[in-house]
């Protein structure tokens, strides 16, 4: 027959199985899973650890949680019939934007002009393209030069040089409205709708024209396509953003919850040695709200002595008060602190505070003290 200690030790340790039956794996229990077995029981297969996952990545996906919070964005849908494939030639030239120019420079690069503006008449763009440029290196500081040049490398597709023309005429000529023009033209070709729309209306504030409302009413309405796709993901990330919050405060709550179980040891009598034991024991139990009882004892002590297994057996049946056992011999600090002067004496704390106390070997007291208070909150 089994005594009283070991039917209680049995049962906290079944109480353990039930909490957390990954136990039954430890390879020390290895014989009394396969007793189990004997029987017919089946024992749980023990779950995979984060580690685990990490180790068959490679072969097998894994599904996380963290994969919920992936957003495949999906394509938006854009008018891009007219939409070029970029130039990417050498820049062409600029001259020297610091140059003095010269009255007979300016009026030998107003020829040049001239005669870009008749190539251009006849289609003629390439040689245009040539005169502009002999143009732009007699008076490099000219932005209407380089915003003429740039109309005419939209003629030819080639949108990236006329982007770099544009950024010079509105170098010299912040408010050139062809500089604005055409580099909203520029961008609309290779795609980039937003900037595109952001360029042209500056442009049609600064000198509206017809072929500039033409093209604001194909790319204004991809703009807006762009602009409604990115807040429809800007709020789903949002929302993600939020459920993971929320599932990391789950995560840390249920960790603490288990860190505090297991420094609580539910069903079992914890052993305090120390005033350092006992503080951060106490606080473990008041973060958990549950009912402490500190129990002062002696091994001189014949009421402990009959006290302590009943003790004991009182831990195995409220798993959710918490059982703390002194040594007033070998705690004196402890002992001290609480002015113990007699043993066997029982404590009862309730959120850090002292709000009962049973001293004697009185068993009827005691299991009544513990049915009051562990159903007092």
């Known amino acids: 027959m089994m005594d009283a200690n070991q039917v209680a030790e049995l049962r906290r340790f079944v109480e353990q199985l039930k909490l957390n039956p990954s136990i039954l794996h430890d390879p020390s229990l290895l014989f009394f899973k396969e007793y189990l077995r004997s029987l017919g029981a089946q024992v749980p297969k023990i779950e995979k650890t984060e580690r685990d996952y990490e180790d068959s990545a490679e072969t097998k996906p894994s599904f996380s949680p963290k994969h919920d919070d992936e957003i495949m964005e999906s394509d938006v849908e854009l008018d891009n019939s007219d939409v070029v494939e970029p130039d990417n ?5 600029m001259g020297d934007p610091t140059a003095q120019v010269s009255d007979e420079n300016r009026d030998a690069a107003q020829l040049e002009k001239s005669k870009a503006m008749e190539a251009i008449s006849d289609g003629n763009f390439d040689e245009a393209i040539d005169h502009l440029t002999k143009a732009i290196m007699l008076n490099p500081t000219s932005a209407i030069l380089y915003a003429t040049r740039a109309s005419v490398f939209l003629k030819v597709k080639k949108p990236n040089a006329a982007i770099r023309d544009a950024n010079m005429a509105l170098q010299f000529n912040p408010d050139s409205a062809k500089g604005y023009k055409s580099q909203g033209m520029a961008r609309a070709m ?5 900037e ?4 042209l209306h500056v442009a049609s504030k600064l000198d509206y024209d017809e072929e500039m409302g033409s093209i604001l009413k194909k790319v204004e309405p991809n703009a807006r396509r762009i602009e409604e796709h990115r807040r429809k993901y800007q709020r789903l990330r949002k929302e993600k ?21 297991a420094a609580l040891k539910d069903g079992q009598v914890i052993s305090i040695h120390s005033t350092s034991e006992l503080e951060a024991t106490t606080k473990a139990a008041k ?10 004892t002696a091994t001189w002590c014949g009421p402990c002595r009959y006290m302590s297994p009943l003790y004991t057996n009182l831990a195995t049946q409220h798993p959710r008060v918490v059982f703390l056992k002194v040594d007033i011999d070998e705690a004196n600090d402890v002992a001290a602190s609480w002015n113990i002067s007699s043993v066997p004496t029982f404590c009862f704390i309730r959120d850090g505070k002292q709000v009962d106390k049973v001293v004697g070997a009185d068993k009827g007291s005691l299991e009544q003290k513990i049915a009051q208070h562990s159903s007092s909150k």
Request: negative net charge.
């Open 287 to 296: 973060k958990a709200s549950r009912l402490l009882i500190l129990y002062f």
């Open 190 to 194: 290779l795609g980039q709708w937003e």
């Open 196 to 199: 595109a729309a952001a360029d």
């Open 89 to 93: 030639e050498p820049p062409q030239p």
């Open 241 to 261: 953003e939020l459920q993971r919050a929320e599932r990391e405060r789950r995560q840390q709550q249920e960790a603490q919850e288990r860190e505090t179980q």
